[in-house]
């Protein structure tokens, strides 16, 4: 270090906490206005590709797009629900297409994202959907849904990003919107895997969008969504406690996530008042979160688990 940078330091010690003070009231600003009230940004020139997009969450999302005029291209391992999927779509005036992919494995990704791009065109909005749980202790649970887990859950977002991002990061537009979960903050019992391959999406995600600052590409955003339980086949047979944490209604969940999105947020948690979970967690006793887990009943929720594989 030189005299300059001597010299020049505390100005930039004090231009920084400037800077952190006006970010923070603006988010404050931010938060306490709305999201009705917020612009929405236009999609109707945007190609959406949603993994898992077949069943569920996934086709929620294809749908809500449609209805906004974007192209779909709807990712999934059973071909025939990604083309209803891309059917329904389709009745409301839009254009979708329809892939078999197993998103597990990069070199399919891969060799279907080309076939995407000469098909279709270049993805401007990746939605990483696709996910899977085994619902069982660790003890229970057989090795390959643990590999299972975090190859669909964890790796495919690796292998996504890895195919899509250069054209987003070139044409500076685009949205990346990862589906996480509150189980990637607090862990429960019946779901290691999952929340361990949640915990890791969380830390992919923030480290993703980090380096893709980096580029200094302001058209280019990203979201990460935290809810709780939804009522889809992914989580059916799973009860929580009624009136104070109910499992949640995935159209109302939408909602929220579709005006995240448009309004480039950040971080979306449902219900809101997660934040305030995770904020006294990290300093309350482990002996707090004990008592708070058993009032709630939180270690029953997963005992009636079915899922859509115990199904099938």
């Not at 949205?175 to 779901?191: K, P, T």
């Not at 949640?248 to 948690?269: E, G, S, W």
Request: charged share 20%; aromatic share 12%; net charge neutral.
């Amino acid at each position: 270090m030189d005299i300059t940078d001597i010299i020049l330091a505390p100005f930039g010690l004090v231009l920084t906490l400037f800077l952190m003070l006006l970010y923070a009231i603006k988010g404050l600003i931010i938060f306490l206005i709305p999201t009705f009230l917020w612009p929405r940004k236009d999609v109707s020139n945007d190609v959406v590709l949603v993994t898992g997009g077949g069943c569920g969450f996934g086709r929620l999302f294809a749908l809500e797009f449609s209805k906004l005029g974007s192209t779909i291209v709807i990712w999934d391992v059973n071909l025939n629900s990604a083309k209803d999927v891309a059917k329904e779509c389709k009745s409301l005036g839009g254009r979708a297409f329809a892939f078999k992919v197993d998103v597990s494995k990069s070199e399919e990704v891969y060799k279907v994202a080309d076939d995407v791009k000469k098909q279709v065109g270049d993805v401007t909005i990746l939605i990483n959907n696709a996910g899977v749980v085994a619902g069982t202790t660790l003890l229970e649970m057989p090795d390959h849904l643990i590999h299972r887990t975090f190859d669909i859950n964890v790796k495919s977002f690796f292998w996504t990003i890895k195919a899509f991002a250069p054209s987003i990061l070139e044409n500076n537009h685009g949205h990346f919107v990862s589906v996480a979960s509150l189980a990637g903050y607090f862990g429960g019992v019946r779901q290691t895997e999952y929340s361990a391959s949640k915990f890791a999406v969380v830390g992919f995600e923030e480290s993703m969008f980090m380096e893709f600052e980096l580029h200094k590409n302001s058209g280019v955003h990203s979201t990460i969504i935290h809810p709780f339980y939804m009522n889809t086949g992914m989580f059916k047979g799973v009860e929580s406690t009624k009136g104070l944490l109910p499992v949640l209604d995935p159209n109302q969940v939408m909602d929220k996530c579709m005006a995240a999105i448009l309004t480039n947020q950040r971080y979306v948690f449902i219900p809101g008042t997660a934040r305030l979970n995770i904020y006294l967690k990290s300093f309350m006793p482990p002996d707090v979160l004990r008592l708070s887990n058993n009032f709630l009943k939180i270690d029953d929720y997963m005992k009636g688990f079915i899922g859509r594989n115990k199904q099938q």
